[in-house]
């Protein structure tokens, strides 16, 4: 029978029969709790995901229920400092709190209620981890006027078990943001329009310089002749790519020219062409290739820059994440000379791409467009590598 | 393991030094984009040439074991990018580098220009000293060449740089080259090595991270 709470007192229900059984949330429907006995040993699922270290079972188990958010980063909290700067979103700065405000305690790094241990932790033992049947149906995730329901339901099947193939052209362009999850179908029909015009417009810019103009152009000369090359030794053995005179490698070519003119002074940079490469196979369309760029550029421009400064924070967020994870490792690449991971660089900066085969990297990268669990995730796939 | 795998078979007929080098050096290569470096290391490794080789970004490398006069030595063989945006990365490597090879393509002038910008970084990253190794590549092209061997040649002589003509294509000059090169370090490291015996041992650079 249902029963009713007017006055609140759910949490402390939940609390009180968390005494007696372990409750874990659905990985279907946050507001569902699936009942386990205390003795059957079954690890809820949800929490096998992040149970990077032992910490005793039962009562990290159910202040996770309680409160996943606050009990999981206080678990990170407690796997060594080292953790704390690979975890931080490359944008935010250390200290968020200026000194000079007098509500707030000064400078402090610890929260309250959380422990902080500087030294090396025992890592507990790993979780087996199964993957989740690919999400293989779409229009039952749509309201009556085309809104996916539940976005965020959406990328956890995603995270957990990629895209069925048939499925990855119109998901996809949610994942990359070229369609907003709360848009209708009709207003998918009007951003389709928009951007397709939008998109031959910037086309028409470096369709239309001349020879002469060109040459009074060397950034726009310097970019197509890049392009051009690349174009012809970017996965060539794809069928979408084999073969000279391959519509394929046109279509390569163009959208990443009218990319230079969508974003000039980033331009065009070797590796670009590693990331469009998939997402045209995958959408088999110009317009629309184009836009996923964009939206997978907005993940990664940063590594593309002049500077190198996201590669280098990131080369070394994956150091102090290997250091805690397998301190051995970083001893034996100390002791090569290579302590630095350059040998990682070419990973982190185009996700894996050339590590893995074509049709690995289709669904790698769907499961790391969701930024599940956390925007970082390349790293840990990049540890995981290493061991 | 990831570092000392890469690639560990030497080519057909060159022969194999054993996994203890007597002598270990760690060799830049550097050059304009699509001159040739990454085909020349697949030369050198696999001894074909493949036309359909991925554009490198930022760093990539592999080792090369050779015997030269007796002695067993270990390359470790970094491969740069070209284009201009990843110099920042391959600069911090310039102060690894027993030896830089600096190449650039026969049919390209343009890439041989910027041979005297490549140098320059060179000489701002490197140790003094550093051997240098100046290669024109696809000489396979000759009906293409827009750089006559004479140039090469000059600007050779004019920085103090050893010069080779080699094709990865045909594979023309390519274990020449490196014997070679692999020659001029070992008389480097000799020079090293016996001033640091008359002199008492001067502080050395820190060798290490390469950020």
């Known amino acids: 029978p ?52 032992d910490d005793g079972g039962n009562d990290l188990v159910s202040r996770f229920i309680h409160d996943p958010y606050a009990t999981t980063f206080g678990g ?51 979780p087996d981890v199964t993957r989740g049947p690919p999400l293989d149906k779409w229009e039952e995730f749509l309201d009556s006027e085309g809104r996916v329901t539940c976005p965020e339901k959406i990328k956890e099947l995603v995270f957990r078990g990629g895209i069925t193939h048939s499925l990855r052209k119109e998901v996809w362009k949610f994942l990359l943001g070229f369609y907003p999850w709360n848009s209708t179908a009709k207003e998918r029909e009007d951003i389709l329009r928009v951007k397709t015009d939008e998109y031959f417009r910037m086309k028409v810019q470096w369709k239309s310089v001349s020879e002469e103009q060109e040459m009074r152009n060397s950034l726009l000369r310097g970019y197509r002749s890049l392009i051009e090359r690349d ?103 100390d002791s090569q000379d290579s302590g630095s991971l350059c040998f990682c660089f070419r990973w982190l900066l185009i996700w894996f791409k050339r590590e893995f085969s074509f049709e690995d990297i289709l669904t790698l990268w769907e499961v790391l467009w969701t930024r599940l669990p956390c925007e970082n995730f390349h790293l840990l796939i990049a540890c995981s590598i290493l061991e | ?59 990539d490398y592999q080792i090369k074991n050779l015997v030269v006069d007796n002695k067993r030595f270990a390359l470790r063989l970094w491969d740069s990018a070209g284009q201009e945006r990843y110099h920042s990365i391959t600069k911090q490597f310039f102060r690894k580098a027993d030896g830089v090879v600096l190449m650039y393509d026969i049919t390209s002038e343009h890439s041989f220009s910027d041979v005297r910008y490549w140098l320059s970084c060179i000489q701002e990253g490197a140790e003094d000293g550093v051997a240098i190794l100046l290669l024109g590549n696809k000489t396979d092209c000759a009906a293409e060449r827009r750089v006559p061997t004479k140039e090469g040649e000059r600007l050779a002589e004019e920085h103090r740089l050893m010069f080779y003509e080699c094709s990865a294509a045909s594979g023309q000059n390519v274990s020449e080259s490196m014997v070679s090169l692999i020659r001029l370090l070992k008389a480097h490291e000799d020079k090293l090595k016996n001033k640091a015996e008359e002199v008492p041992k001067p502080p050395q650079k820190k060798k290490g991270c390469c950020w």
């Open chain 1, 231 to 333: 174009v012809n030794r970017t996965d060539r053995h794809n069928t979408f790519f084999s073969g000279n005179d391959n519509p394929g490698l046109t279509l390569l070519h163009d959208v990443l020219m009218t990319y230079c003119m969508y974003n000039f002074d980033l331009g065009y940079v070797q590796g670009m062409s590693d990331l469009l490469s998939p997402i045209l196979f995958v959408t088999q369309n110009e317009v629309e290739s184009f836009w996923c760029l964009t939206g997978f550029m907005e993940l990664v421009h940063q590594n593309f820059e002049e500077s190198q400064e996201a590669m280098k924070q990131q080369l070394l967020q994956l150091s102090i994440l290997l250091k805690a994870l397998d301190p051995e490792l970083c001893d034996f690449l």
């Open chain 2, 1 to 59: 393991a990831m570092t000392a795998d890469g690639a560990g078979a030497a080519p057909r007929g060159s022969p194999e030094a054993s996994l203890d080098p007597d002598h270990l050096y760690n060799v830049l290569f550097v050059g304009d984009s699509h001159v040739g470096k990454t085909s020349f290391l697949y030369r050198l490794h696999a001894d074909t040439f493949n036309p359909h080789l991925t554009a490198t970004v930022g760093l």
């Open chain 1, 2 to 53: 249902p029963l009713h709470f007017h006055r609140g007192g759910t949490r402390e229900l939940l609390r009180a029969l968390q005494r007696y059984i372990i409750l874990d949330p659905s990985p279907l429907d946050g507001r569902l709790f699936l009942a386990y006995p205390q003795d059957s040993g079954t690890l809820p699922q949800s929490f096998d995901r992040l149970q990077f270290l």
């Open chain 1, 76 to 126: 990170f909290s407690k796997v060594t400092n080292f953790f704390r700067a690979a975890l931080r979103p490359p944008e935010s700065p250390i200290h968020t709190r200026t000194p000079q405000d007098p509500s707030l305690p000064p400078q402090s790094d610890e929260e309250p209620g959380f422990e902080l241990i500087t030294c090396g932790v025992e890592l507990g033992p790993k």
